[in-house]
């Protein structure tokens, strides 16, 4: 199996209608996620927080142990998506990153790479407490929380990479670019 087919992709929505993902899904349409290998944790059917059923969900959806998996989480499924990570990995399998959207108050460390986006810089701030990967985006202008997993295509802000404890680089772009950037070097 070579690598693309190896790639899963799994996305982890919050509280909301589930449209907003499809809205998320048809405006984030990039072309190195091939839809075969995307994976949408029902959070119709399981509490969107839940890591210990998003990890279950994992278990039953991946038959083959070699699958690499990036996970990009919105809000409260960015508490889901931390924890079943954390066990993904520890279970011997491999997580090559997490996005986390708007996952504020989550604490966010791990043996692989983690990019915060939020909704606003006081969110981008606040956050980089509980943890953060080198990598980083938030919108500015700031958006509203939903409109951030709805509508990536429109929101503008800024990239901030971590150079050293001292310097730290600022790109603007749109959060598409963002992630554009992003998911390939993942």
């Known amino acids: 199996m070579d690598t693309e087919e190896s790639s899963l992709y799994l996305i982890c929505p919050g509280f909301h209608d589930l449209a907003l993902t499809d809205s998320f899904l048809t405006n984030f349409s990039h072309s190195s996620i091939n839809r075969e290998n995307l ?3 029902p959070t119709d059917k399981y509490p969107p927080y839940s890591g210990f059923h998003l990890l279950h969900y994992l278990q039953k959806k991946c038959y083959e142990k070699s699958q690499k998996l990036t996970i990009i989480a919105f809000s409260a499924g960015v508490v889901a998506a931390i924890t079943a990570a ?3 990995q520890l279970q011997g ?5 997490l996005i986390a959207f708007d996952g504020w108050g989550v604490p966010l460390f791990g043996p692989f790479p ?5 909704h606003d810089q006081f969110t981008h701030d606040s956050s980089i407490l509980l943890g953060t990967g080198s990598i980083n985006f938030y919108a500015d202008p700031a958006v509203e929380h939903l409109d ?3 509508s990536p295509h429109l929101v ?3 990239m901030t990479q971590t150079i050293s404890s001292k ?3 600022v790109s603007q772009m749109s959060l598409i670019d ?3 950037t992003i998911i390939p070097n993942i």
């Open 86 to 88: 954390w066990q993904w």
């Open 148 to 150: 951030l997993w709805r």
């Open 39 to 41: 994976l949408i944790f």
């Open 156 to 158: 503008q802000g800024w």
């Open 167 to 169: 310097q730290t680089m």
């Open 178 to 180: 963002f992630l554009i």
């Open 93 to 97: 399998n491999t997580i090559k990153g």
């Open 114 to 118: 983690i990019y915060r986006v939020s």
